[in-house]
């Protein structure tokens, strides 16, 4: 684990990184939601520790069985609704406002960053606060999980499901084509709460990288990011980003 003072220095540094750089982007992954209480994927206490993806997160499993994908869904809806943006989200919202910090490509589905005020946010997972219809175009945002064990869509019948990808599903066309924009345009690459490890989301900060853009990693462990990363610090995103504001704000001053 890092001194406090080890990581201080690295925050400043970073700081004054950012506050060099003429485009700022962030990405961030599952890590940067835990402390809103929302679990994680991977690591100890994560997702796919308890649960096995190719039977929840697939279209496979979902024509399998719907209403276990679906059981499955309102327990991870339930959870996302009634979650708050923490710390990180609100730094990152600030960031955003003060001009700093251009847009947001997350893989997250939880819509915090726009609930913390975030207004430029790239969702390249879609999003757990949507459901789609599974025949037609038809879609709806929601404000709490649907009541029916399989929600119907009121156009067709079809049967609605979550939007968000699955795995062996291509990401949203828009939304990956403004991510590599993003990534073609940034100088520096805020990169938080990711393990890094599921394409194509994991190429963006090799991409950013390859074009001479400065990499710096908020993660409490290290991840095959950090090896490329400028500066890496081992803390947890609330701790980290409500400092780098802080700094950044100074820096200002
Ligand atoms: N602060 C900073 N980092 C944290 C914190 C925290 N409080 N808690 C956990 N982390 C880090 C972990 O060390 C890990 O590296 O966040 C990362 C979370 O990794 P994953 O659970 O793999 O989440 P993510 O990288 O977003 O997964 C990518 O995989 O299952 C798919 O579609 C899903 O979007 C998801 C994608």
């Not at 003060?98 to 999003?127: F, R, Y």
């Not at 066309?173 to 890094?196: F, H, P, R, Y």
Request: hydrophobic content about 40%.
């Amino acid at each position: 684990m890092m001194s406090s003072t080890e990581s201080e220095h690295l925050i400043e540094k970073a700081a004054q990184i950012i506050r060099r750089s003429k485009f700022l982007i962030a990405l961030t992954g599952a890590g940067i939601s835990a402390e809103s209480g929302i679990p994680t994927y991977r690591g100890s206490e994560g997702l796919w520790r308890r649960y096995r993806p190719e039977e929840l997160a697939t279209p496979e499993a979902f024509q399998r069985n719907p209403a276990l994908v679906w059981e499955w869904y309102r327990w991870r809806m339930e959870i996302v609704f009634s979650a708050k943006p923490n710390p990180a989200h609100k730094a990152l919202a600030e960031l955003e406002n003060i001009g700093i910090l251009k847009c947001i490509i997350t893989q997250n589905v939880d819509g915090l960053h726009q609930e913390a005020g975030s207004k430029c946010v790239v969702e390249l997972h879609g999003s757990i606060r949507r459901i789609r219809c599974t025949n037609c175009n038809f879609k709806l945002h929601l404000s709490k999980p649907p009541e029916e064990t399989l929600p119907r869509c009121p156009h067709c019948g079809s049967i609605l499901r979550p939007d968000v990808v699955w795995f062996g599903e291509p990401l949203p066309k828009e939304e990956w084509e403004k991510a590599l924009k993003l990534v073609g345009q940034c100088d520096c690459m805020l990169i938080v709460g990711t393990s890094g490890v599921v394409m194509p989301a994991a190429l963006l900060p090799f991409l950013a990288k390859d074009r001479g853009a400065k990499i710096i990693e908020v993660n409490i462990e290290d991840t095959p990011i950090t090896r490329i990363a400028d500066i890496s610090i081992r803390l947890k995103a609330g701790e980290a980003l409500t400092k780098l504001v802080t700094f950044l704000k100074n820096l200002r001053d």
